[in-house]
């Protein structure tokens, strides 16, 4: 007896199986809301983030103090920063070597997958009356009109909520000192407007702040 042709090698069957399987991937692309570029950008992303794990975290929540989480950082931001390295417009001995090989569209892929893991919320609370001194502070300040009310960032303008505490001083202190690279001058005036006492105040505040 002739053995009969398996359907699923039938040439019409392998078109549709094609067919429905891409219409599987599209589904599946659909319900997370992301075109297929971006999503080939974030497996990307995800692989060249490797490199990266050892100082940042594999996620991208750093357990290092003087080393900052990049998880859930806007996008435009974390671009912007790898170019400013990679440029050389901001300066870290341990950071700049490892932008130096990064074309544009590693920038890109990198972004992409920090962007979107997720910040570990801060168990630590506040000691006192900072939550209520620091907010005044950021507030009479306008650091939200730029950093967003909940202090997530947006665009080019970093997220503050649930930094760490050490590197966020280290960065306040560098732009009242102007020796931390700044984009456009904003922050350094900012932080110029801030006693030193606040500078400490702000960064408690801010690495301990939950955002909602
Ligand atoms: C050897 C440790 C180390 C490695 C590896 C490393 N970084 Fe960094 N990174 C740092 C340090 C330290 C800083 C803070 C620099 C400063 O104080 O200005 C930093 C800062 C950054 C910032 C700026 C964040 C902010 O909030 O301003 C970005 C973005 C960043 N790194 C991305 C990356 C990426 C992407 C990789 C992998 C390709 C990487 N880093 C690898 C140590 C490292
Ligand atoms: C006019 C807009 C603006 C205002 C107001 C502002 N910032 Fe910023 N801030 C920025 C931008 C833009 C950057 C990124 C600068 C860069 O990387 O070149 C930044 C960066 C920072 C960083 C570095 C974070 C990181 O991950 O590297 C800290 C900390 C910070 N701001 C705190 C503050 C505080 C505290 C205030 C209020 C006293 C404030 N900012 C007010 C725009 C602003």
């Given amino acids: 007896m002739k053995p009969a042709l398996d359907a699923r090698l039938h040439p019409w069957n392998v078109r549709w199986g094609r067919t ?9 692309f659909a319900l997370a809301g992301l075109p297929f570029s971006v999503h080939a950008g974030l497996e990307e992303g995800r ?20 080393i900052p989480s990049l998880a859930g950082q806007p996008r ?8 400013m390295f990679r440029e050389g417009q901001r300066k870290n001995e341990q950071m700049t070597p490892f932008t130096a090989k990064l074309s ?4 890109n892929d990198l972004a992409l997958y ?27 300040n306008n650091c939200v009109a730029c950093h967003t009310a909940t202090l997530v960032g947006q665009q080019h303008i970093p997220r503050l909520a649930g930094q760490h505490k050490a590197y966020l001083l280290e960065q306040l202190k560098g732009f009242k000192a102007s020796t931390r690279a700044d984009l456009d001058g904003t922050m350094t005036s900012a932080a110029q407007g801030l006693a030193v006492d606040e500078l400490e105040m702000v960064a408690e505040y801010l690495a301990t702040f939950v955002a909602p």
Wanted: a positive charge; aromatic letters at 4%; proline letters at 4%.
């Fill in 47 to 66: 692989a060249k983030s490797q490199v990266c794990a050892a100082c940042h975290g594999a996620d991208g929540n750093s357990v290092i103090p003087t």
């Fill in 76 to 83: 435009q931001f974390i671009t912007q920063a790898l170019f």
């Fill in 20 to 28: 429905a399987a891409a219409i599987e991937t599209a589904a599946v």
């Fill in 104 to 107: 544009n569209a590693d920038l």
């Fill in 114 to 140: 920090f962007s979107s893991q997720k910040l570990t919320v801060p168990t630590r609370k506040p000691e006192g009356d900072i939550v209520a001194r620091g907010r005044a502070v950021t507030e009479k």
